[in-house]
């Protein structure tokens, strides 16, 4: 009966375990791993690297993914502070002014105060119309190319289908002609 209990053959690891309880080696290894281990990468502030298909970087401290819309949101974003004066941005008049100077209210106020005393404050005004009247021509010129190309076919309320291209080119030339006219008598008042 006792020849049946000692026929277990112990394995080399079962061995190797208890040698190392018996000389109080606690954290020796009896058996080797196979398996994936991540490299740990350490990246320094401003560092960029590519992981995952994805641009990363460090900004203050913070690990984030560099999109294509990050200087759109740059452009956009307003500061807590002035950066001419480190004055409060948080006032409406200074977000307002921080979109067309680059600074806050008061700082514009002082501005255009410096350019009255030197007396370039009316050129400095008429430059600050015609950009404005610039940009809406550009944008009049942008909703004309669109109203060229929208569609000629409409439905009504009632669900009849309306073809309008017959007269699209006399359509087109009206708007061609009224547009031109239009901003040509703009164009004469800003120059």
């Not at 944008?139 to 291209?165: A, H, I, N, R, Y």
Request: charged residues 35%; hydrophobic residues 30%; proline residues 1%.
């Amino acid at each position: 009966m006792s020849e049946s209990l000692l026929k277990k053959e112990f394995k080399q690891s079962d061995v190797q375990r208890v040698r190392n309880l018996v000389n109080k080696d606690y954290t020796s290894k009896t058996k080797d791993q196979v398996g994936y281990k991540k490299t740990l990468e350490f990246h320094a502030e401003g560092d960029i690297w590519e992981e995952n298909g994805k641009e990363w970087t460090i900004k203050n401290g913070l690990k984030q993914n560099i999109t294509k819309l990050d200087k759109a949101k740059s452009a956009t974003r307003i500061p807590l502070t002035c950066p001419k004066c480190e004055g409060s941005m948080r006032h409406h008049l200074h977000k307002k002014m921080y979109r067309i100077h680059g600074f806050c209210f008061d700082c514009t106020v002082d501005y255009e105060a410096s350019l009255r005393k030197a007396g370039l404050y009316e050129q400095y005004e008429k430059q600050m119309l015609q950009n404005n009247m610039n940009g809406f021509l550009q944008d009049l010129e942008l909703w004309f190319q669109d109203k060229l190309s929208e569609v000629d076919t409409f439905v009504t309320e009632q669900g009849d289908v309306e073809d309008w291209k017959h007269n699209k080119k006399q359509h087109q030339d009206n708007i061609t002609k009224k547009v031109l006219e239009y901003s040509s008598i703009v164009r004469k008042r800003l120059g």
